[in-house]
């Protein structure tokens, strides 16, 4: 795609991100008090915080319709009390992630790429997330961690990839994120970084000019993927910030959750799709609910995916319908549907 120009304004007093992130809203009567949500039960939404804590950036509160139980950004951020409702088909650990960690911080499933949990902490408790009981503290990554991933990755020479995620590795500093992708550039056989985020749509802020600087100055291709279920979380602050990436010569993608009662319709999903391609980026993964405890009330069947896809088809062109995928614990590859 080519470079995108859009107005943008110039702002009188500039967000800096950080503040945004030190000022999430994270009590349950305030969330309630701000979209005017009074007739929900609040002891209800206290309880279910208690296992996954209650995580929203002010800016993405914005784009939630007020008075409105049903909005479909609300949905995936509210605690629910079938949270609290345990089933033989959930796990703690759906992905099984332990058994592919050969040191902490790391892990290798896939041919040619590891994933570098860089953050135990994101902007945003999205309330399906299938990293809700991961354990980050035997994951957390300081200077001896570090080294020791980047020996393993210099010691095979398949790997070509890394992924950064976490939580959300935006969460983290430019300049810790910098440092980390200068050295896994010195890595002769590495080709790309890929980066895991949420925090483009969740707090477009972000995207500031340390964050071009670094992902621009690195020789390794830079490939960003973005998570957004529905149009309404892109505003025009999204927008913006999407386009600065896509300018900065930065691959876009994005990857979904199909989610029940938010985004399992052909239409929303198209109406998605569309958005985010005027912003730069293609669909890239649109995934089945993993089986974690604690979010099986957001589960669509099979089938019922199965006939989005036909209608999705039926809608858009091929490169505008993402891959309806399935990660499966043990399988070489994500399993499409």
């Not at 890595?187 to 749509?201: D, E, G, N, S």
Request: glycine share 4%.
């Amino acid at each position: 795609m080519n470079a995108i120009s859009l107005q943008v304004p110039s702002p009188i007093a500039p967000i800096l991100w950080n503040s945004v992130l030190a000022d999430l809203v994270t009590n349950p009567d305030e969330l309630c008090d701000l979209l005017a949500l009074g007739e929900l039960d609040r002891e209800s939404i206290r309880k279910s915080c208690e296992g996954f804590p209650l995580r929203v950036p002010r800016p993405y509160l914005s784009r939630i319709k007020v008075a409105d139980p049903q909005d479909p950004l609300l949905l995936q951020i509210l605690p629910r009390t079938e949270e609290l409702i345990t089933t033989d088909a959930a796990q703690l650990d759906p992905l099984q992630e332990k058994q592919f960690s050969p040191v902490p911080g790391l892990l290798h499933k896939y041919h040619g790429r590891v994933l570098v949990v860089l953050s135990g902490s994101c902007a945003i408790h999205c309330r399906y997330c299938f990293r809700r009981h991961f354990p980050y503290e035997d994951a957390r990554i300081g200077k001896t961690q570090w080294q020791a991933i980047l020996e393993y990755i210099e010691a095979d020479d398949t790997i070509t990839e890394v992924i950064f995620s976490g939580g959300d590795p935006l969460n983290s500093t430019d300049a810790s994120l910098a440092a980390k992708t200068s050295d896994l550039a010195e890595i002769a056989h590495l080709k790309r970084l890929r980066i895991h985020t949420r925090q483009p749509v969740m707090i477009p802020q972000r995207v500031n000019t340390q964050l071009l600087n670094w992902t621009s100055e690195t020789r390794l291709d830079v490939v960003m993927v973005l998570h957004s279920n529905h149009a309404q979380e892109i505003d025009h602050h999204v927008e913006v910030a999407l386009i600065k990436l896509r300018n900065n010569g930065i691959t876009l993608l994005n990857q979904s959750v199909l989610l029940k009662g938010i985004n399992d319709d052909a239409q929303v999903l198209a109406e998605l799709n569309e958005r985010l391609f005027e912003c730069g980026v293609l669909p890239y993964y649109l995934h089945m609910l993993d089986p974690v405890q604690g979010a099986m009330h957001f589960s669509v069947s099979r089938q019922r995916a199965m006939q989005i896809k036909a209608d999705l088809q039926a809608l858009l062109p091929g490169y505008l319908v993402p891959r309806f995928a399935v990660e499966e614990p043990h399988a070489p590859n994500k399993t499409t549907l």
